[in-house]
């Protein structure tokens, strides 16, 4: 089963995350805005793993002093797709 997300980040420098998954499996992923190396490092990174492998790994992690980070909103919009 195909899904596809665009979700509107909060608390980070990117606006947007747009993610496509088949069969539980990240199929893209991309940021709008942001620091441009990490946000496509990060996409590149998740591209082929499995959805629940991306959100046990970047859930949690912080910028700096914010509450979350790019990697973060990601998991957030992972769970997301996953609970929709």
């Known amino acids: 089963m195909k899904n596809h997300i665009e979700y509107k980040t909060k608390g ?11 069969d539980g499996v990240i199929t893209n ?3 709008v805005g942001g620091c441009a190396g990490n946000t496509q490092g990060v996409a590149a990174l998740v591209v082929g793993m499995k959805v629940e492998e991306a959100i046990k790994k970047i859930k ?3 910028c ?3 509450a979350t980070s ?3 909103q990601l998991a957030e919009a ?4 996953v609970n929709a």
């Open 12 to 22: 980070v420098c990117s606006r947007m995350i747009i993610v496509d998954t088949e």
């Open 29 to 31: 992923c991309s940021f």
């Open 60 to 62: 949690g992690i912080k």
């Open 64 to 66: 700096g002093l914010k």
């Open 70 to 72: 790019c990697p973060d």
């Open 78 to 81: 992972l769970e997301e797709l």
